[in-house]
């Protein structure tokens, strides 16, 4: 049975930093493109960020770009995601996708950590 674990949520201030993490099991994990998404309420889920399999390609999307990172140890299963100078407008839960297919479809999903940006 796979479960898919995400931590590292919270409520901060504007400019603030967060660092959110992934956990997985009941897979083969360096097997598996990962990313980042999130969904604001009343918004469709977003593509945040995706890391392959061997972490040598990393991409973000332009609204995080320059301030979010995505990485992952593949020793630890864990897949992280630093968020540095958050914005209210990154205020959403985030997910963590594991084996992504389509613009933002996964194979596997965890429950979510809700990120909340005072301004």
């Known amino acids: 049975q796979v479960q898919v674990v995400e931590s590292g949520g919270g409520l901060v201030q504007a400019g603030a930093s967060l660092r959110l993490s992934c956990t997985a099991s009941?897979?083969?994990?360096?097997?598996?493109?990962m990313g980042w998404f999130r969904q604001a309420p009343g918004k469709e889920r977003e593509f945040v960020a995706r890391?392959?399999?061997?972490?040598?390609?990393?991409s973000v999307a332009e609204s995080v770009k320059g301030r979010f990172t995505i990485a992952r140890d593949n020793v630890k299963d864990e897949l992280y995601l630093q968020m540095d100078s958050l914005k209210p407008e990154d205020t959403a839960v985030y997910y963590c996708?594991?084996?992504?297919?389509?613009?933002?479809?996964?194979?596997?999903w965890g429950q979510g950590t809700q990120v909340t940006v005072s301004s």
């Open positions: 996708g594991i084996g992504l297919f389509a613009t933002t479809q996964a194979r596997y």
């Open positions: 009941g897979l083969s994990f360096n097997s598996y493109t």
């Open positions: 890391i392959t399999e061997s972490e040598d390609r990393a």
